[in-house]
Structures are given as structure tokens and as C-alpha cells.
């Protein structure tokens, strides 16, 4: 079983490279500029993303690989984990290989330098070779002051710095670029870009990680770093649905209660969105963020009303969905860990991450699977999740397959190119 699932995604990969899915970094596509109106209906004329385009695997194919998968093998996948340590311990080990877990994400504590990370990473895909599905490796890499990878790499600007600026090329070129080192390193997934429209000037979070207060640069900035992003083959997961930028208090402390309404989103907030979801956006990770005139009970992150209602129904949003970090104080601060993934995921979430602590990654998978032995989470709404991240690993053509040391000065000579600092001869 486990050769077919993996043979599938090789094919995945293959057929990327015979359909020229590397373009030239200079090179971003005119259409995917979009225009922003307040409208977040979904049209049939949205320009698909500019080169990772999906392979096509009969339903019944993958239908029937599901069937094959142990229910602690399904909700693995449904799990994206922090790990501790600059290397892969027996936590990590146990994690992969006896929970199944689908994807590791990676932050500044485990990374030292590049040999390091290197390391790192191979150690985590070698620990996951007895696993059905490639792992996600992914970081949240957005540039600016928010950066995982080694010190060793030039900086890229902040997004504000981008949004300013105003210029779709660099914005298009900048996602290229912070795409290419991720990949170098060989992680596939990108928490960004942060679609977030800074409209409270007392945000402790956002800040200079969103593009500006004006949603039509939010967007027109947002999408072009994604699809630089996708043209690296790197997954991208806008963030922070319905919009984390009319907040004042931080969602790694407690949790922010936003009291607009969704007539006040439609016409702001949910605007890029809206048009990154027009233009293939893969990924949307939901906030913990409260709105009580939308669901006065559950945050975004455990609330059917804003998950499926709103992104999958309204805004027919056909991809992955995933929670933010459900160790953040916004969530256990206010509510019990398992209930919160349980929760998270019957509201339709298809990934809870649990971005720290091995027992807490133990807490939600113990939680899921009682939940899923008990019938309160249905085997149908498992066996969709996990049909969701297959579809995209299938789609970028993850493999699991080491990664060299990549040449930190040739990646530094293309930040200087993009950014246009003059080299010194």
C-alpha cells in the first residue's frame, strides 16, 4: 500500500516537470493582478494559478487508498506538530512513526544554521518513511522580522515594506525567491502570505506583516507573493481568515474579540480572500479570533458559521483548511485543548496544528480519535480531510527524498538581485 500511495505522488511529480512548471523568476503572470471589488462571490472567469497545475487521479483512486488507512493513520494526517530541539528526538521519532503525524512545522528554536536545518530535515523525512504520505515540512516564512530560516540568508522586506512599494513584479518576485530557499532547504508548506488587512493601528500581531490598511494592495500584493510561492512548488496558506487586522490584542496571549459584522467583512476583510480564493489559493488558515455578531459562542477556528458557512459555502473556498497553532493562548487560556480540536474539526477545519509541546500534540490526536471511536466526529468527515490533504501533497508532488546542502551565497545573490542592492566586486 504504501508503494502505490508514494508511486502516485512520484507521478504527481513527474508530470509537474513535463508540464514546464518551472517558470522564469521575471516573469509574473499579468492576469493574476487582480481587481478588488467588494463582491466575494467566486466568478468562473478566475485566472488559475500561474504554474503548479494538479494531476489528475481518479477519485476512486484515492477513495480507495482511504480505505486502506488505519483511522490512527487518518487522523495523523490530519495533524500538522511542532517539535522541540535543533534535531529529530525520540518525540519526534514517535510522532511520525507510531502517530502518524502528516506534518511537522518548523520554528526559530530549531533552526541554528544551514548544515543544521539540512540535517534536521532529512531526519525528518527518513524518520517518515514508513508512512503511507510524503510529510509537509512548513514555516512560517513571510519575510520581514518573521523569518525561520538560517541567519546565514540576506533578509526579504516586511510585507508593509512590499505594500508600499506597490509593485506587483517585486511582490511576484519576492514569493519566487522566499519559495526557492524554502525548497533549498527542502520544506514544502509556507504559513503565508498574511492577507490580513491592517485597519487598527493598536494591533499587537499584525503590524508590518500585512501588506497596508487598503484592501485592494492587501490583495494585489497577497496573491502575487502566493503564486511566486506556488511557482516554487512551495504550498502556500493565506492567513488569518475572516481577517486578523481590526485586532488589539495578541492570539498568542489571549483572544481578540472583534465586534464587526459580516456585512463590515464582506466590504473589507474578506475582500483578499475573496480574490486569493478567484485565483487557486491552495491553503486558508483560520484565526482564533472571536466575532460575536457571526458566532457569539466560537471562535473562527471552532466555528461551523465561519468555516463552512462562510469560506467553504458563500465563498466556495474548495481547498485545505486549517486551524492556527491551537497551543496559543487564545485557546488554552479559554478552552480545553481536545475539545478545541474536536470542535475545530466538526466545524470543518481539515488540519489541527499543534505548534508546540509533544503532549499537547498527544492531547489533540487522543481527543480526535475518541471523538471519531465514539461517533461524535463521523468516519465521512475524516475520510473528506484526509482526501483534501492527499489531493495536494498529490498536486505538489511530495517526496520525501533528501535534500543537498544548498549554496547560501548563490540564494543571497538572488535576494540582492531582487531588492537591487549592488554587489561589491
Request: a neutral charge.
Amino acid at each position: 500500500m504504501q508503494t502505490s500511495v508514494r508511486s502516485i505522488l512520484c507521478f504527481a511529480a513527474l508530470s509537474l516537470v513535463m508540464t514546464g512548471c518551472a517558470s522564469h523568476r521575471s516573469e509574473p503572470p499579468a492576469s493574476a493582478v487582480p481587481t478588488v471589488t467588494a463582491s466575494i462571490s467566486p466568478t468562473a472567469a478566475a485566472t488559475p494559478a500561474p504554474t503548479v497545475k494538479p494531476v489528475s487521479t481518479p477519485a476512486p483512486t484515492t477513495a480507495s487508498l482511504i480505505k486502506t488507512m488505519s483511522l490512527e493513520e487518518k487522523i495523523g494526517q490530519m495533524i500538522i506538530a511542532g517539535i522541540d530541539g535543533y534535531s529529530v528526538n525520540a518525540a519526534a521519532r514517535e510522532l511520525l512513526a507510531d502517530r502518524h503525524v502528516g506534518g511537522i512545522i518548523l520554528y526559530k528554536p530549531n533552526v541554528q544554521n544551514t548544515n543544521q536545518l539540512v540535517e534536521l530535515v532529512n531526519g525528518l523525512k527518513k524518520s517518515n518513511s514508513s508512512n503511507k504520505l510524503p510529510l509537509w515540512i512548513g514555516a512560517d516564512e513571510e519575510g520581514g522580522r518573521v523569518t525561520r530560516l538560517p541567519d546565514e540568508l540576506l533578509k526579504t522586506p516586511t510585507s508593509q515594506e512590499i505594500g508600499k512599494k506597490g509593485n506587483t513584479q517585486l511582490a511576484y518576485n519576492i514569493g519566487h525567491l522566499l519559495g526557492k530557499e524554502l525548497n533549498a532547504y527542502g520544506l514544502n508548506m509556507d504559513f503565508a502570505p498574511d492577507l490580513d488587512v491592517n485597519s487598527n493601528p493598536k494591533n499587537p500581531v499584525i503590524g508590518d506583516r500585512s501588506f497596508g490598511a487598503d484592501a485592494a494592495i492587501v490583495s494585489s500584493q497577497g496573491i502575487q507573493v502566493m503564486n511566486g510561492l506556488q511557482n516554487q512548488k512551495v504550498v502556500p496558506v493565506v492567513k488569518h481568515f475572516p481577517g486578523h487586522g481590526d485586532t488589539s490584542v495578541d492570539s498568542h496571549i489571549g483572544l481578540p474579540i472583534v465586534q464587526n459584522d459580516l456585512a463590515r467583512l464582506r466590504k473589507l476583510e474578506l475582500v483578499p480572500f475573496a480574490e486569493a480564493i478567484k485565483h487557486q489559493a491552495d491553503a486558508v488558515m483560520v484565526a482564533h479570533i472571536l466575532l460575536p455578531k457571526i458566532d457569539a459562542n466560537n471562535p473562527a477556528s471552532m466555528s461551523r458559521t465561519i468555516m463552512t458557512d462562510l469560506l467553504r459555502k458563500e465563498m466556495g473556498f474548495q481547498g485545505l483548511i486549517m486551524t492556527d497553532d491551537m497551543t496559543m493562548g487564545a485557546i488554552t487560556t479559554n478552552y480545553g485543548l481536545g475539545e478545541a480540536a474536536v470542535k475545530a474539526v466538526l466545524a470543518g477545519s481539515n488540519i489541527v496544528m499543534v505548534g508546540h509541546e509533544h503532549e499537547k500534540v498527544i492531547t489533540v490526536i487522543t481527543a480526535l480519535l475518541e471523538a471519531v471511536k465514539s461517533g461524535r466526529i463521523p468516519q465521512e468527515t475524516i475520510d473528506q480531510s484526509v482526501s483534501q490533504v492527499m489531493k495536494l501533497k498529490q498536486k505538489y508532488g511530495l517526496n520525501d527524498e533528501p535534500v543537498k546542502v544548498p549554496d547560501v551565497k548563490k540564494l543571497n545573490a538572488e535576494v540582492k538581485e531582487v531588492l537591487g542592492i549592488q554587489t561589491s566586486k
